[in-house]
């Protein structure tokens, strides 16, 4: 019998499951069987959906369709709420859950304070999370204040803190994406040691060499869909690649002219802003699609946020029309003609409560307006038309913009910044949460734009469309442009200068 | 972060969102129906109530409630609060009577309020935007301070005004109102006009509504909000000349509380404490309904200690309904 066999060693069995938000798949029929005492992999490019996969494993979001299972040792024994996931599987990700004014020890031990009669016991505290410094080699002083260390040190107390849980399962969503190279190594040292005393891994990674080193089995995903999946013995970095790229189910780029040649409108030199940006030069020139392609953390949207003057500059020139441009905010870039549809449509994009053609006019409104007071009706018409000629599907422009599918919130966004064309438009994410439709009218649009004379930058995560869009493209990691690529680069090229060959060697200059 | 903004920027179920929405229009009917059905209440139970005589005693004993009040719309929509307006109403009555002591002049004593009014905006925009206070604990900082400094000038005694004509604006009529109600209408239609049909008060709405998405859209945050406190300021200055007038003097200790009295009605009204959202007309029709339950127990002899239970009560009620729609409105 050989089925029961290996039911035996499955510990979560993920089976036909789908995820969707709206008309958005994020999972489409995923499979997945993570066995007991593994470190199971799941790869795939930004919005593959690893990370939606990690949250369905650990019980945070339901599934639309299939179904979790969780075995236990006994194997009679099945759990398949979500109640049961969450309480036996921790989560690691990147969204930094701390209490910033409480000690390290205290948020190692949040949800498990060792306590008496309902007195922490700081003694009992102190000496669990000692055992578990010396466990894991992890340098931290225990009664730190966690808002006091660097995002590194952060990371390694999430970690800490899911060590400290007796969850059988532990998911750990780019765990070392914040880690040197050094602590990198000691975290997969321990994920190692962990695996030998029975506990089960899920490891989402951008970085190959770390999956290929520590995984035993791997998925990879690619729009949703699983593309690959085996042990981690029988593949390569290049088979992975492959396996992350796959063949698009969609070409659906507009067929460029190439740009005419001209003198560039935005000229950046040695750009630096913090340490997200790090000694970045471009220029970009009228009618020209810059793309810019990095992972999460890689600076990008800290340079787009740089060339708008919502960062300071702390060295470096840029030059707009031959003209210094120093922005001291957004509110002189959008006065320069440097425009920018932001990376998060909710957080930084929408007014999500007010309606479509307030959310399209807001930066134009002077324009609809005599001495400070808006004529009646001119913006609504405004926005109303720019919108008809952008293929927008909401009913209407008296709505809510919340109300709106993504493509249609994304479209609004265009149409604020291409109300009057701009001089250079920073696109950040052009499609992200954009269903398949609704993508070739937006790459259409700034098509469009790039043809009437704007200089766009289009930032994303996504090679694919990075590539598919832009006349050249510039790779970014660790807050530099690493290196520049023409138009019909290959995809692997390009992945491999954003991740850079060896992660962990290039990453440890750094810090 | 990718795949959960993905989730978030989608749609929320259309049956949840109908409901919702529902809910918010029941909001719209709900004040103007409790206004009516009050007004109704009262114009039945009392004999006293509807009357020409009656109506102008509650327009001019609110008036300096309302003209503090539609100015605070203002604030919460750009998503602040102003603590400081009772304390600002105080040492503006007492500017007021001051200069217009020491200068002869009624008409600089009226300037010199509305001034003192505007300083202690611009004092309370400095602390929120360039001292990066959060406005509640600001304001209310600098409340203390200027109920302090009103305390100092006066060394506690009322300051009579002096000059013949101090008390026109709190005294003399004009087909049948007090001059105070008159400048209370300008000043609501003004401020009505500043927030809904002007550039500036777009911008107040997007302040509130989403401040970084407003930043990246090239917005002066910091200016619309300083002038949103300045306007505050001037509104509490304004009304405090109005009251310093009614009495022909200024006091050190008047308006204590006042503030309260005017969150109340902003919020009864349903303008929302999150910002983005709000009317001048709701705050309108949330002074009066204030106003109504006054002078309705007083016409009905109820002792004024109910008064109090009763807008304090009122006043939860109607931020819990807030709290409810608003939950209703960010379900996904």
Same mark, same amino acid.
């Given at each position: 019998?050989p ?18 938000? !709206?008309?958005?798949a ?21 919005g ?5 996969l ?31 996931l ?12 701390l ?12 949800g498990?304070?060792?306590s008496?009669f309902?007195?922490?016991l ?26 006091a260390l ?22 750990? /969503? ?13 975290l ?26 520590i995984?035993d ?36 780029? %507009?067929?460029?002219q190439p740009? %005419?040649?001209?003198?560039?409108v ?45 960062r ?23 006065n ?8 998060s449509?909710?957080?930084?994009g ?21 001495? !400070? ?19 927008y ?9 919340? +109300?709106?599918?993504g ?20 696109? /950040? ?8 439709g ?14 009437r ?21 510039l ?21 491999s ?15 | ?6 989730g ?24 103007v ?5 009050l007004?109704?209440?009262l ?20 008036? %300096?409630?309302?003209?503090i009040a539609?100015?605070g ?10 603590? +400081? ?12 009577a001051?200069?217009?002591? /020491? ?14 009014g ?21 304001t ?14 006066t ?10 004509g101090?008390?026109?604006l ?30 500036f ?24 909000? #300083? ?19 009614k ?7 008047v ?14 009204g ?9 009317a ?19 016409l009905?002899?109820? /002792? ?5 239970i ?14 409810? #729609?608003?939950?209703g409105?960010?379900?996904?």
């Amino acid at each position: 019998m050989p089925d029961s066999h290996a039911a035996e060693h499955v510990h979560i069995d993920v089976r036909d499951v789908n995820v969707s938000f !709206g008309a958005f798949a994020a999972l489409d029929q995923v499979s997945v069987r993570i066995r007991r005492g593994r470190v199971h992999a799941l790869v795939g490019e930004n919005g593959a959906g690893k990370s939606t996969l990690g949250k369905v494993i650990s019980g945070h979001l339901p599934a639309t369709r299939g179904q979790v299972t969780l075995h236990r040792e006994n194997p009679a024994e099945v759990l398949g709420s979500a109640g049961h996931l969450r309480a036996r599987v921790a989560v690691v990700d990147q969204e930094l859950a701390l209490l910033p004014a409480r000690s390290v020890a205290e948020n190692v031990l949040l949800g498990s304070l060792p306590s008496r009669f309902g007195v922490a016991l700081r003694a009992a505290m102190r000496s669990r999370v000692a055992t578990l410094l010396e466990a894991t080699g992890f340098d931290l002083d225990p009664d730190a204040p966690v808002g006091a260390l660097r995002v590194a040190d952060r990371q390694l107390v999430t970690i800490l803190r899911a060590f400290a849980t007796q969850a059988e399962v532990i998911v750990m /969503d780019e765990p070392t994406a914040a880690l040197t190279g050094r602590e990198s190594e000691r975290l997969l040292g321990v994920i190692d040691r962990m695996r030998a005393d029975g506990r089960t891994f899920v490891y989402v990674s951008h970085f190959l060499g770390e999956v290929l080193e520590i995984a035993d089995d791997i998925t990879v995903l690619k729009d949703g869909q699983v593309t690959w999946q085996g042990d981690a013995s029988a593949t390569n970095q290049d088979a992975l690649v492959a396996a992350m790229l796959g063949r698009s189910l969609v070409t659906m780029f %507009p067929d460029r002219q190439p740009p %005419p040649p001209g003198d560039p409108v935005l000229v950046v030199e040695n750009l630096t802003s913090g340490p997200e940006v790090q000694d970045v030069s471009l220029a970009v020139r009228p009618g020209e699609i810059l793309g810019i392609a990095g992972i999460v953390g890689s600076g990008r949207s800290e340079l787009a946020h740089t060339l708008l003057g919502a960062r300071r500059a702390t060295r470096g020139t840029m030059r707009l029309n031959g003209q210094l441009y120093r922005p001291n905010g957004p509110t002189h870039a959008w006065n320069r003609g440097v425009r920018i549809v932001p990376e998060s449509r909710r957080d930084q994009g929408l007014f999500l409560r007010h309606t479509v053609h307030r959310n399209v006019t807001l930066p134009h409104l002077s324009a609809v307006s005599r001495a !400070g007071c808006l004529m009646p009706g001119a913006g609504r018409t405004m926005a109303a038309d720019l919108l008809d000629r952008m293929d927008y599907r909401g009913s209407g422009v008296d709505i809510p913009v919340g +109300s709106l599918s993504g493509g249609n919130q994304q479209k609004v966004l265009l149409a604020r910044c291409l109300l009057s064309d701009p001089n250079v438009l920073i696109i /950040d994410e052009p499609t992200r949460g954009v269903d398949v439709g609704a993508r070739h009218s937006i790459y259409t649009l700034i098509d469009e734009a790039a043809q009437r004379g704007v200089a766009v930058i289009v930032i994303s995560s996504e090679l694919e469309e990075v590539l598919g869009l832009a006349d050249r493209v510039l790779a970014m990691r660790g807050g530099r442009i690493v290196r520049e690529f023409a138009k019909h680069a290959s995809e692997a090229a390009v992945l491999s200068a954003i991740l850079g060959a060896e992660p962990t060697a290039t990453r440890k200059p750094s810090n | 972060m990718t795949e959960a903004n993905v989730g978030q920027t989608t749609p929320a179920p259309p049956a949840r969102r109908a409901f919702s929405l529902d809910l918010a229009h029941g909001r719209d009917l709900g004040i103007v129906a409790c206004f009516v059905a009050l007004f109704l209440a009262l114009t039945f139970s009392s004999d006293v109530f509807f009357s020409a005589q009656n109506f102008a005693t509650i327009l001019e004993q609110w008036a %300096p409630v309302m003209i503090i009040a539609v100015a605070g719309t203002l604030v919460l929509v750009a998503g602040d609060l102003d603590i +400081s307006v009772g304390a600002i109403f105080a040492i503006s009555g007492v500017a007021a009577a001051k200069f217009a002591n /020491d200068t002869g002049s009624v008409i600089l004593g009226c300037v010199a309020a509305v001034i003192a009014g505007l300083a202690c905006g611009l004092v309370n925009a400095a602390i929120t935007l360039i001292g990066r206070v959060n406005s509640l604990i600001g304001t209310l900082g600098s409340s203390l301070v200027i109920r302090g400094l009103a305390l100092l000038i006066t060394g506690g005694f009322i300051v009579q005004a002096a000059p013949v004509g101090f008390d026109t604006l709190g005294v003399d009529s004009w087909l049948g109102l007090r001059w105070s109600v008159w400048v209370m209408f300008v000043w609501v239609g003004a401020v009505a006009v500043l927030l809904h049909l002007t550039v500036f008060g777009r911008r107040v709405f997007a302040v509130g509504g989403n401040i970084e998405a407003a930043r990246l859209a090239g917005i002066p945050v910091g200016s619309v909000k #300083a002038v949103v406190f300045v306007v505050s300021g001037m509104s509490a200055g304004l009304a405090g000349l109005l009251a310093a007038s009614k009495v022909n003097a200024g006091q050190a200790e008047v308006g204590v509380g006042l503030e309260f009295q005017v969150l109340a009605a902003i919020v009864l009204g349903g303008t929302s404490l999150a910002g983005g959202a709000g009317a001048v007309w709701r705050t309108v029709l949330g002074v009066m309904i204030l106003a109504m339950i006054g002078n309705g127990l007083n016409l009905l002899a109820v /002792d004024p200690v109910y008064q109090q239970i009763v807008q304090g009560t009122i006043v939860v009620t109607a931020v819990a309904v807030d709290a409810w #729609a608003q939950r209703g409105r960010n379900k996904t």
